[in-house]
């Protein structure tokens, strides 16, 4: 004896005896002036330690002769009999098997001065007679 209260609950009874639904609630809506404004990421990066490298000292030779000295540009006026004595010296170079230029005739004359000893030095400096300095005149 079934009576309504025990019925056995078919598919077709619980779709006709739905609950009723509750309205979704509502999102609140931005005004037009007011925007959401996106969320700035920031990265983080993890902590690392540098590592240094040791220097040989292969490395250190390398940067010393890579390194070439600062060059200066200078000019300067010398007597006409002393330039034809540069002249001189830049054949006796070559006869010798060993081109030099000009500047590097200069610059061993300067390291011969160098290594004189005061007096000699001296000596060298009053054969030398004073020039007007500049330009020459045409």
């Known amino acids: 004896m079934a009576t309504a209260a025990t019925k056995p609950i078919t598919t077709s009874s619980v779709s006709a005896a739905k609950a ?36 040989t000292a292969q490395k250190i030779e390398k940067t010393n002769k890579d390194k070439k000295p ?20 830049k054949q006796r170079t070559g006869k010798l098997a060993v081109a030099a230029k000009k500047s ?12 004189m000893s005061d007096a000699a030095f001296l000596a060298a400096l009053k054969a030398v007679p004073a020039i007007k300095t500049g330009r020459p005149k045409k």
Do not use: C
């Not at 590097?104 to 290594?115: F, Q, T």
């Open 20 to 55: 009723p639904r509750k309205p979704a609630a509502k999102k609140p809506r931005l005004s037009a002036k007011v925007k959401a404004k996106p969320v700035a990421k920031v990265a983080v990066k993890p902590l690392v330690k540098s590592v240094i490298k040791p220097v």
């Open 70 to 89: 600062k060059l200066v540009r200078d000019s300067f006026t010398i007597p006409k009999a002393e330039y034809t004595v540069l002249d001189e010296l």
């Open 104 to 115: 590097e005739l200069i610059r061993a004359g300067i390291k011969a001065l160098a290594a």
